[in-house]
């Protein structure tokens, strides 16, 4: 039997998989999967992106992929959102995801080759999508496994330097948390503002959890479509984290969206460089590596307490 062997339909495969058999009732068991720790990804520095739904996430990982890319580094960026949009500006399409693909092959992965879900984007950039399962029938955390399952495969890891794992919304369970098994650093985009600091403080306890059992590490915090970033810095400076880079709200970024471009490709006015410069400086310093945090997540209530102006 193959990795991905599956029976015969998606939402049968995830509750298989979860040991949860089709004559169980509704709600019986756990969709939550168990990934097999020995998936590594052995050679390339993997970076995971995190944040509240709609931060910027996709926005930061396709610039910070582009940017690695100019350093001359090979870079395969990894969505891993069901809406697989996190390509779209490196690629300048929607490609199909990984669980489109294998549907399309009865889920028989030996009739698959690298071309039929890996896209080539800006500056040679390999773009994946892994999609998600149908909604209300399984783990995303399970589709993040099978992906990194299929990439080792066709040996599409082996000559790869960075790996950017692009995840979905806030961590609402511990499939969401999948990238945290492969990754290096945990990168977390937040605005200065309640909603994306609060959702930062999450994401920073789900760190914590999964460092106890793999290697990953928090890399810092990128302040995204912010102006100012007073609030953003006091709560890292009270948890052990420290803000690492700083995109402004600007219009340049929303237009180079539009466009269906990363900001490389943007017409060089002077706040793009500024930007460009930023992704550039960023990527380089993730790249040396030579900075961690063991930050403390606050309480909710706590939090609640801290943010704000008296």
């Not at 948390?177 to 994306?196: C, E, G, K, W, Y």
């Amino acid at each position: 039997m193959t990795v991905l062997d599956l029976p015969r339909s998606l939402p049968d495969r995830l509750r298989a998989a979860a040991g949860r058999g089709p004559g169980r009732e509704d709600g019986e068991g756990s969709v939550q999967v168990k990934l097999d720790p020995s998936v590594k990804i052995d050679r390339a520095k993997v970076f995971a992106i995190y944040g509240k739904g709609g931060i910027g996430k996709s926005t930061t990982s396709s610039n910070l992929s582009a940017a690695f890319s100019k350093l001359g580094k090979r870079v395969l960026q990894i969505g891993c959102d069901p809406k697989h949009d996190s390509t779209f500006t490196l690629t300048k399409c929607l490609v199909p995801t990984v669980i489109d693909v294998l549907e399309t092959v009865n889920f028989h992965t030996e009739e698959l080759r690298p071309e039929d879900y890996v896209y080539q984007g800006y500056n040679g950039v390999m773009c994946v999508e892994a999609g998600g399962p149908p909604a209300g029938t399984g783990c995303g955390g399970y589709v993040v496994g099978q992906t990194v399952k299929l990439l080792k495969e066709h040996h599409l890891l082996e000559d790869t330097d960075v790996v950017i794992f692009d995840v979905l919304g806030d961590v609402v369970c511990g499939g969401f948390a999948a990238p945290l098994q492969h990754a290096d650093r945990a990168m977390i985009v937040t605005a200065n503002d309640f909603d994306s600091i609060f959702a930062m403080n999450r994401i920073v306890a789900a760190i914590r959890a999964k460092s106890k059992n793999y290697d990953v590490r928090l890399g810092g915090v990128i302040a995204n479509r912010s102006k100012d970033t007073d609030q953003i810095d006091r709560f890292a400076s009270a948890v052990g984290l420290e803000r690492v880079a700083h995109l402004p709200d600007l219009d340049e970024i929303r237009i180079s969206r539009l466009k269906k471009k990363v900001l490389f490709e943007m017409d060089p006015s002077p706040a793009v460089l500024a930007a460009q410069e930023e992704y550039m400086r960023l990527a380089a310093s993730l790249w040396a590596g030579d900075r961690e945090f063991d930050a403390l997540p606050m309480k909710d209530r706590e939090i609640f307490d801290f943010l704000g102006f008296d």
